[in-house]
């Protein structure tokens, strides 16, 4: 069979293939940086809004076809500039990288089919996105060269094409060649050989060079890379147990609020505490505590140190940790409360550790926090006398609760160790409440009725048409053991048109009508 050489071909059509690369270059680009979007978006989100996520959305046929045309007009070009003895190393190394960019899409492609139902790690997510941005950058440089290419331009002698020009096209680069079914397997084997020794000579000339690139790529990059983000600086997840020094530490929850326990308001809106609620397990031989100021929270760039003056608004979700030191094997859950811009309050927030604060060089251990806005949903429940309340809403877990009857009277006569005792306001009424209290066994910041009433209660009443809102206060003897309690109300109440109990536990009111 005759054909004739292409050399002539791919050389007027320089510029041309040049122009295609450029194009399919410029759609692929495009693509890419959907693909770094999208796990930047979920670096930052770490969630999914719906499942049409899938790879089909983001990995079109097209982007695969693209990157294999590049791949095959790059190999075309690099046999035209070989045969001219031209420089071809910008082709051998688009040759490699679409390859490789092919691996990567194929492995991406995986990932975002399956990331709506599985989720993704932190720590994975945030190396998809480095290496979908490095990815990136990579070919929008391809970009600039190729463009350079498809007009002509040569960058050291800034010419047009005259680099073209010297290709030189020849008689011999049109000319007819026969090609034959046999193999010389004595050329290829000479050809072999020629290209063994002219690489071994290559190696020889540039052996210093070449294992100082092959160790960068293989040993130094990626253990640099390892080291900083797996070794130190690691991400740990929500709930996941890290090693502290001598300690065991687990983030169990965390949450935000501008409110107190009982849903005072205590921050303006352009700040909000942050409450994480931790476990602790002390693995030394002693006594011994963890240094506060070594655990931080991060967020935006910005970092913010632990406020230990703000526990006290915060009983109902934890004890303030402040040093307190732990025996050996003993295990507590405390709290940590700070105060953050409401701009930081992210999905991208994490709780920083490290050993060592005053070192140099600090390694942080992170743990990654999704953070419920305790604030959300603001409700109020208006409750009939005798309907039983369930506290499954609040922190306060299966905590229920129901106010059987009230009365109001000037005093009453209650038995206590066997004596008769007198409850009596001495600046007006006696307000009787029945009720019936069951507490959570797993909630501990408080014990009883009485507790409860002290922390969240207010009584209101309307009285000659105004409102009337009174702190509770609780008058019911010392070691009195019924299921009622006696509180201290103003005379007015008696001719109240309105009058009613109500609890504030945070976001939730539950208002117990009595009259």
Known sequence: MIIRKPYAFLIKH??????????????????????????????????????????????PLFLFISSILIITLSIIIFILLKQKDKPKLLYIIIIIYYILFI??????????????IEGLSPQLSRIYRDISLIA???????????????VGFDIKKFHFGEDLQELQIEVTDNEE???????DFDKISRNLQIKKEDFKSFYIENKAMIIIILFLIIIVIPGSFIIKNIVNNKHFQQGEIIKLNNFDMSI?????????????????ENKSYLIIEF?????????SSINLNSLTLESNNHIYSPNTSNYNSFIDIGIGYDSQALL?????????????????????????????????????????????????????ENIKIGEIINLNKTLLLNTTLEIKEYDIKDYYTCTIDEKEKTIVNTNGLVLKLTYEF????????????????NKYATISYVYKEITHNEKIENITPTNYNLNNVYLAVNEEIKDATNIYIEFSIRNISYKIILK
Do not use: W
């Open 328 to 380: 050996f094997n003993e295990e507590k859950k405390y709290i940590a409360v700070f105060i953050v811009d409401d701009e930081d309050i992210t999905n991208n927030m994490n709780i920083r550790y490290t050993d060592d604060p005053t070192s140099k060089i600090l390694n942080y251990k992170r743990i990654d926090i999704m953070p419920m806005n305790l604030d959300n949903d603001i409700k109020k």
């Open 252 to 268: 169990k929850s965390s949450y935000t609020t501008k409110y107190n326990y009982n849903g005072n308001l205590k921050l303006k």
């Open 136 to 150: 990136l950058i990579i070919q929008i440089i391809f970009i600039v060269l190729i463009a350079i290419r498809a």
């Open 103 to 116: 691996i990567f899409l194929i492995i991406a492609g995986m990932v975002i089919s399956t990331i709506y």
């Open 14 to 59: 320089f510029k041309l293939i040049h122009f295609v690369m450029l194009v399919l270059s410029i759609y692929i680009v495009n693509r890419a940086n959907i693909i770094f979007n999208f796990f930047n978006e979920y670096v930052t989100t770490r969630q999914v809004s719906s499942a049409e996520y899938i790879s089909s959305n983001y990995l």
């Open 279 to 287: 476990y602790l397990k002390n693995n030394k031989q002693k006594k």
């Open 438 to 453: 069951i507490k959570d066994k797993n909630i501990s910041f408080i014990t009883d009725f009485n507790e409860f009433l």
């Open 177 to 183: 060649i026969e090609i034959t079914s046999g193999i």
